[in-house]
């Protein structure tokens, strides 16, 4: 099977781009020929990031022009989109087979995050009347001359219909199946696909100890950092925490941290590529998914399971798809401070827990969420 990857980015930044090119590397060992067309390239990893595919090829423009060109010169049998600002008018260009990953909230949500402003909770309703009352026109604009910008909210539900006709979109857990079909997606064109990370290697400590809390994803408000620290405030030492990665909320973080009387306590390591997490993830009691946002997945939570490490997380998005509450880690409801710090502290106090909880959450990750599952299901998807 030859596949044509679209996606805006080539390089790696984030859990999309590591699972565009995990995909890429796992369907090209097992024989298909896979292709990516793209916008940009990222400033970290982008020639490793092509060494994943057959060959890259860059265009200028999202429409169909230039992905026309590419998808007649590699005839693929099919176009699988990830993140891309606006689908062809003929989504499938010469393909027989059009599919979509939906790795987020941009289709259904004018604002990308899916939480209301006023107020600040989880926006459970479909792209509509909500999303004007809530100012979702209104947009950062840190490249222009003012500080805000303007969202066309009619042109971004136009675009949504139009991934409508596509032959199959693809979603990492329930909550996305959910959001697609109440924004007209038809159901039986919506598959759920956990978008599965790779075993480690090496086998990782059974037994997770000491009092190191870790934190790994980008550094925005979406991922709840800010939440964190508040509980934190609330948990008796001794702890540690460790936030690995970087996002334009670190600096207000690190005064956050030092305003607390916390600095001593968290170290922010920046960014750190894959292969320098284990030992990381090794070296944790916890890791926490305090997300604001409704993650659509988190693949973070399937990384800390493979290494036998209990999560910590809101009760948001698709995170109960893979942390079962009281069986591979412990679930806060959404934005409640007061009950993550229960959470973190009872994990902190009882060894015993701490175990049981990492050692079930390994078992459930190697069954339930295995690599290669991921890839038979997705390559049968793909094939129509």
């Known amino acids: 099977m030859r596949v044509l990857f679209v996606h805006e980015q080539c390089g790696f930044q984030g859990g999309v781009e590591q699972n565009v090119a995990e995909t890429a ?35 200028a423009a999202p429409g169909d022009e230039d992905l026309g060109r590419v998808s007649a010169a590699i005839t693929p049998d099919v176009v699988y989109y990830h993140k891309w600002p606006m689908l062809p008018d003929h989504p499938r260009l010469s393909a027989r087979r059009a599919v979509r990953m939906v790795h987020d909230h941009d289709l259904c949500c004018p604002r990308s995050h899916k939480y209301f402003v006023w107020p600040d909770r989880t926006c459970r309703q479909p792209e509509g009347w909500r999303c004007w009352a ?22 971004h539900a136009r675009e949504r219909r139009r991934n409508h006709v596509l032959d199959a979109c693809l979603v990492g857990s329930r ?38 809390i870790l934190f790994v994803g ?8 800010d939440l964190l620290l508040d509980a934190l405030a609330r948990v008796a030492p001794p702890w540690s925490l460790d936030i690995v990665g970087d996002g334009n909320a670190r600096p207000g973080l690190e005064a956050m941290a030092r305003e607390a009387g916390l600095a001593d306590r968290v170290r922010f390591h920046g960014f750190v590529a894959s292969e320098g997490l284990a030992p990381l993830y090794d070296a944790a009691r916890i890791v926490a998914v305090p997300s604001r946002w409704p993650e659509p997945f988190g693949m973070v939570g399937l990384e800390a399971m493979h290494r036998g490490r209990p999560v910590v997380a809101f009760d948001v ?10 069986e591979t880690g412990l679930l806060a409801p959404d934005r409640d401070v007061p009950a993550l710090a229960d959470r973190i502290g009872r994990l902190l106090r009882d060894d015993a827990l701490a175990i049981r909880l990492g050692t079930r959450a390994r078992q459930v990750a190697s069954e339930r969420f295995s690599f290669e599952g991921y890839l038979d299901r997705l390559a049968t998807l793909l094939a129509g």
């Not at 980008?218 to 950092?225: A, P």
């Open 25 to 59: 590397l796992g369907l090209k060992a097992r024989g298909h020929t896979c292709h990516l067309a793209f916008l940009r390239k990222t400033q970290r990893g982008s020639e490793e990031f092509a060494a994943r595919f057959d060959a890259v090829h860059p265009v």
């Open 218 to 225: 980008q550094v925005i408000r979406g991922k709840g950092i």
């Open 317 to 326: 998005g698709g995170i109960p798809d893979w942390c079962q509450d009281g």
């Open 134 to 155: 809530d100012l979702a026109f209104v947009c950062r604009n840190p490249s222009g001359p003012l500080p805000v910008g303007y969202v066309d909210l009619f042109a």
């Open 175 to 212: 909550f996305m199946r959910d959001e697609l079909a109440m924004n007209g997606f038809p159901p039986d064109r919506v598959h759920i696909v956990p978008p599965a990370v790779r075993a480690p290697g090496s086998s990782p400590p059974v037994e997770p100890s000491g009092h190191r």
